[in-house]
């Protein structure tokens, strides 16, 4: 019998990835040179959202999409952070809503105006506070709307209702800062890769783990649910140090389901699921490639298409929703590359080849909306439910109507030893809390010197005093 390879049929298996034109990028962003493992770049349909850099605090710039090309070094930046931005995040449900984290231990929301910044803006619509170390990471829940999810330097996950403007819930299970989060399709799951090596799924709302693996021999830094197909994709490290990637069943994380080895280089793989197309996308930062594979239901699970290239490196990825694609040029994704050495945002487009200028349904399935699914009060009960989806041939224009409404607050004031802990807040960054901490060894050794200086002094009085008696003209 003649052995014959083989054939897989595909209709992704022709993507190509498309470099907008120069005219179409955005050119002349002072993009930050922050080592913070983050994209600092966050879009939406309307908006694109870059992490700068800054003296004397932390800023991001936002510039409507249609506003190509060079950018100003005046442009208006969203500016009131005390500390570097480490993440952005646009709101899924309300296109003109972003949240950003600091090193100043702050989560703060922001409501852009129509069109576009027009001056800085330093006054935030909420500040957030609860972390006692600087905020690393930022997720919305993708189907509950003004439901946050923040992950600090404290080892602790924050869950803040926007709608009263607190934290309602605190996850601290982990032992080590926490190097990513993801959600499955309906947010009923919280899946986290740790430093502490170790890979968890969790229930949310209770911060119960529901699985957990000990990566040894993969050493995980990044993870993402694939869709609704209970199974989880890790990018990491092996004992090699060769870059890798495993996928897991979700229910059980005792062994991996397949690990593959991309590469020797060095820097962090990012992936990116588009569960519409079942396509994973691995972009690595420092590189200029971006690999991209079809995932299937049955072994080898992992099936490896093609790989766009380009000369310039990116330091991070954005990337567009899909009520935000062009359907009309068979679009399917799109990211926005931050080049640093060049100050450039580059579009780049990946597009499934098609004769036909007409709408390609079998390419644009129904997919998640604007529109959320739950209140916060529902989901915090305990309710889930799949996210309420449209098709991009009849609304993917449609703006949605929800309007962000930020909780009024009344002046509190805790008093501890006569001191209001509100009126006087401790330094929020960790270069203050150094400085603070070396004023007081400072203070400290000045007191001690003190001190010495007044036993001294008491020694000299004692033995003068001493002397004055035993003098012959006190006898």
Not at 76 to 85: D, E, I, M, T
Not at 354 to 371: A, F, K, L, N, V
């Amino acid at each position: 019998m003649s052995w014959r390879p083989q054939y897989r049929s595909s209709k992704f298996r022709n993507v190509y990835g498309k470099a907008a034109s120069r005219e179409r990028c955005f050119d002349g962003v002072p993009i930050t040179k922050n080592v913070h493992d983050n994209h600092f770049c966050a879009v939406n349909a309307r908006f694109l959202a870059i992490v700068t850099e800054s003296a004397g605090g932390g800023a991001f710039l936002v510039i409507p999409l249609h506003q190509t090309g060079r950018i100003e070094p005046n442009y208006p930046k969203v500016c009131g952070h005390q500390g570097n931005v480490l993440d952005i995040k646009w709101n899924p449900f309300i296109d003109n809503i972003i949240a950003s984290c600091s090193e100043d231990t702050s989560v703060r929301i922001w409501e852009i105006p129509e069109g576009g910044l027009k001056r800085n803006m330093t006054e935030a619509v909420l500040e957030l506070y609860g972390h006692s170390r600087r905020v690393g990471l930022l997720e919305w829940h993708p189907t509950t709307n003004n439901i946050l999810f923040s992950a600090g330097y404290d080892y602790k996950v924050l869950i803040w209702n926007l709608e009263v403007g607190e934290a309602v819930k605190m996850i601290d299970c982990h032992s080590d800062v926490i190097l990513c989060v993801s959600f499955n399709a309906d947010g009923s799951l919280l899946a986290t890769a740790c430093k502490d090596r170790r890979l968890r799924v969790l229930e949310p709302r209770s911060g119960k783990v529901l699985q957990e693996a000990c990566c040894k021999n993969h050493r995980v830094n990044r993870v993402v649910f694939l869709g609704s197909t209970k199974r989880l994709l890790t990018t990491g490290v092996s004992r090699w140090n060769t870059r890798q990637i495993a996928l897991w069943d979700q229910e059980d994380l005792s062994m991996p389901l397949i690990e593959e080895e991309i590469d020797g280089l060095s820097g962090l793989l990012f992936p990116f699921y588009d569960a519409d197309t079942h396509m994973l996308y691995l972009a690595g930062k420092g590189d200029g490639n971006i690999r991209y594979y079809e995932i299937g239901s049955e072994k080898p699970y992992l099936n490896y298409l093609m790989e766009f290239r380009s000369p310039a490196p990116q330091k991070g990825l954005g990337v567009m929703p899909k009520h935000g694609l062009d359907v009309s040029a068979c679009e399917v994704f799109r990211f926005y590359k931050l080049i640093t050495l060049k100050g450039l945002i580059e579009p780049i487009s990946m597009i499934v080849p098609r004769r036909s200028d007409t709408y390609q349904e079998d390419i644009y399935p129904m997919t998640p909306g604007t529109e959320p699914a739950l209140t916060p009060d529902e989901w915090l009960s305990g309710v889930n439910r799949d996210p309420i989806l449209m098709s991009l041939k009849e609304g993917y224009k449609r703006n949605s109507k929800i309007v962000f409404k930020a909780p009024v607050r009344e002046k509190k004031s805790v008093v501890v030893n006569g001191i209001d802990l509100l009126e006087n807040v401790p330094p929020r960054t960790e270069n203050e809390l150094l400085r603070m901490f070396f004023r007081q060894q400072d203070e400290i050794r000045r007191l001690k010197d003190e001190l010495s200086q007044k036993d001294i002094r008491i020694r000299q009085l004692q033995l003068e005093l001493k002397n004055f008696r035993n003098s012959p003209k006190n006898n």
